[in-house]
Protein backbone atom coordinates (compact mmCIF):
# COMPACT_ATOMS: atom_id res chain seq x y z
CA UNK A 1 0.00 0.00 0.00
CA UNK A 2 1.40 3.65 -0.84
CA UNK A 3 1.12 6.64 1.73
CA UNK A 4 -0.06 9.59 -0.14
CA UNK A 5 0.88 13.53 0.94
CA UNK A 6 -1.00 16.53 -0.73
CA UNK A 7 0.38 19.87 -1.19
CA UNK A 8 0.21 22.99 -3.17
CA UNK A 9 -3.35 24.16 -1.55
CA UNK A 10 -4.17 27.67 -0.51
CA UNK A 11 -5.70 30.94 -1.20
CA UNK A 12 -6.41 32.35 -4.52
CA UNK A 13 -8.48 34.56 -6.35
CA UNK A 14 -10.98 33.61 -9.19
CA UNK A 15 -9.06 33.25 -12.54
CA UNK A 16 -6.08 32.44 -10.96
CA UNK A 17 -3.91 29.15 -11.05
CA UNK A 18 -2.60 26.44 -8.41
CA UNK A 19 -0.83 23.07 -9.07
CA UNK A 20 -1.47 20.31 -6.46
CA UNK A 21 1.63 17.53 -6.06
CA UNK A 22 0.75 13.74 -4.38
CA UNK A 23 3.70 12.13 -3.31
CA UNK A 24 3.42 9.17 -3.32
CA UNK A 25 5.65 6.63 -0.74
CA UNK A 26 6.09 3.99 -2.99
CA UNK A 27 5.81 3.32 -6.92
CA UNK A 28 3.16 4.69 -8.37
CA UNK A 29 3.85 2.50 -11.76
CA UNK A 30 1.79 -0.58 -10.44
CA UNK A 31 -1.45 1.39 -9.56
CA UNK A 32 -4.42 1.06 -11.48
CA UNK A 33 -5.37 4.62 -11.43
CA UNK A 34 -4.32 8.28 -9.42
CA UNK A 35 -7.05 10.47 -9.29
CA UNK A 36 -8.05 14.09 -7.27
CA UNK A 37 -11.55 14.08 -5.41
CA UNK A 38 -13.23 17.24 -3.89
CA UNK A 39 -15.35 18.23 -0.97
CA UNK A 40 -16.69 21.09 -0.06
CA UNK A 41 -18.55 22.40 3.14
CA UNK A 42 -22.07 20.49 3.63
CA UNK A 43 -21.14 18.38 0.17
CA UNK A 44 -20.42 14.89 -0.70
CA UNK A 45 -16.81 14.22 -2.25
CA UNK A 46 -16.78 14.45 -5.59
CA UNK A 47 -14.49 12.85 -8.21
CA UNK A 48 -12.24 15.51 -9.95
CA UNK A 49 -9.63 13.69 -12.45
CA UNK A 50 -8.20 10.43 -12.93
CA UNK A 51 -5.44 9.06 -14.45
CA UNK A 52 -5.20 5.26 -15.46
CA UNK A 53 -1.95 3.11 -15.39
CA UNK A 54 -2.24 3.23 -19.10
CA UNK A 55 -2.37 7.25 -19.26
CA UNK A 56 -5.62 7.69 -19.61
CA UNK A 57 -7.71 10.52 -18.24
CA UNK A 58 -10.90 11.61 -17.15
CA UNK A 59 -12.77 14.61 -16.12
CA UNK A 60 -15.93 15.80 -13.96
CA UNK A 61 -17.82 18.01 -16.38
CA UNK A 62 -17.23 21.03 -13.83
CA UNK A 63 -13.18 21.14 -14.84
CA UNK A 64 -12.83 19.88 -18.08
CA UNK A 65 -10.31 22.17 -20.00
CA UNK A 66 -9.34 24.26 -16.45
CA UNK A 67 -7.84 21.26 -14.74
CA UNK A 68 -5.13 19.06 -15.93
CA UNK A 69 -3.80 15.70 -14.52
CA UNK A 70 -0.79 14.43 -15.07
CA UNK A 71 2.11 12.49 -13.45
CA UNK A 72 5.64 12.10 -13.27
CA UNK A 73 6.49 7.84 -12.43
CA UNK A 74 10.04 8.63 -11.52
CA UNK A 75 9.27 10.94 -8.98
CA UNK A 76 6.17 9.08 -7.46
CA UNK A 77 3.53 12.09 -7.59
CA UNK A 78 0.61 13.11 -9.36
CA UNK A 79 -0.43 16.49 -10.23
CA UNK A 80 -3.31 18.75 -10.73
CA UNK A 81 -2.92 21.73 -12.45
CA UNK A 82 -5.93 24.18 -12.19
CA UNK A 83 -6.57 27.22 -13.88
CA UNK A 84 -9.34 29.83 -14.22
CA UNK A 85 -10.55 28.99 -10.83
CA UNK A 86 -13.56 29.81 -9.31
CA UNK A 87 -15.37 30.40 -5.97
CA UNK A 88 -17.12 27.08 -6.31
CA UNK A 89 -13.67 25.27 -6.80
CA UNK A 90 -13.32 26.15 -3.47
CA UNK A 91 -13.14 22.72 -1.29
CA UNK A 92 -10.32 20.10 0.49
CA UNK A 93 -8.86 18.17 -2.54
CA UNK A 94 -7.77 14.15 -1.76
CA UNK A 95 -5.58 12.22 -3.52
CA UNK A 96 -6.26 8.74 -3.96
CA UNK A 97 -4.58 5.66 -5.53
CA UNK A 98 -6.67 2.17 -6.39
CA UNK A 99 -5.01 -0.88 -7.25
CA UNK A 100 -6.91 -3.84 -7.54
CA UNK A 101 -6.21 -7.60 -6.72
CA UNK A 102 -5.65 -9.68 -3.89
CA UNK A 103 -2.57 -7.22 -3.28
CA UNK A 104 -5.48 -4.43 -4.16
CA UNK A 105 -5.30 -1.17 -2.15
CA UNK A 106 -7.41 1.97 -2.02
CA UNK A 107 -5.69 4.90 -0.67
CA UNK A 108 -6.28 8.36 0.37
CA UNK A 109 -3.96 10.95 1.49
CA UNK A 110 -4.86 13.84 4.33
CA UNK A 111 -6.31 16.26 1.55
CA UNK A 112 -5.35 20.10 1.28
CA UNK A 113 -7.27 22.88 1.14
CA UNK A 114 -7.71 25.30 -1.90
CA UNK A 115 -10.12 28.63 -1.43
CA UNK A 116 -10.73 30.47 -3.92
CA UNK A 117 -11.86 34.10 -3.44
CA UNK A 118 -14.63 35.92 -5.56
Known amino acids: QVQLMESGGGLVQAGGSLRLSCAAS????????MGWYRQAPGKQRELVAFITGGGITTYAGSVKGRFTISRDIAKNTVYLQMSSLKPEDTAVYYCNAVKYGSRGYDSWGQGTQVTVSS
Open 26 to 33: GSIFSTNA
